[in-house]
Nanobody
Framework: QAQLEESGGGTVQAGDSLTLSCQAS????????MGWFRQAAGKERNFVAA????????HYGHSVKGRATISRDNAKNTVYLQMNSLKLEDTAVYYC????????????????WGRGTQVTVSA
């Protein structure tokens, strides 16, 4: 099973851009669909974006559509999430996830998770 580690979080201002990275180890990332989720304080974990094993197919959550881009570099076992025009409501812990097959917006259907990276958007 893949071990996932997110990085790239921090505090940014509204309107800024940010790129998160997810490094996978312990398994061959290129065989897994990968996704990003986020969880704001006191709220449930929500789908942000996902991509299939070769990056040809992508899906985005409604709240980030048009502002987010998910990509992957299978040679580096890394998945990225670029977020543009950040808003206050994008503040959350962002989690990387791997799934054995298919893309799903439901967190419970993903098999492996990273520990998350905090993104804080300030006014």
């Amino acid at each position: 099973q893949a071990q996932l580690e997110e990085s790239g979080g921090g505090t940014v201002q509204a309107g800024d851009s940010l790129t998160l990275s997810c490094q996978a180890s312990g398994d061959n990332l290129r065989t897994y669909p990968m996704g990003w989720f986020r969880q704001a304080a006191g709220k449930e974990r929500n789908f942000v974006a996902a991509t299939n094993s070769n990056g040809a197919i992508t899906h985005y959550g409604h709240s980030v559509k048009g502002r987010a881009t998910i990509s992957r570099d299978n040679a580096k076992n890394t998945v990225y999430l670029q977020m543009n025009s950040l808003k206050l409501e994008d503040t959350a812990v962002y989690y990387c996830a791997a799934r054995s097959r298919g893309i799903s917006p439901t967190p419970s259907q993903w098999d492996a998770w990273g520990r998350g990276t905090q993104v804080t958007v300030s006014a």
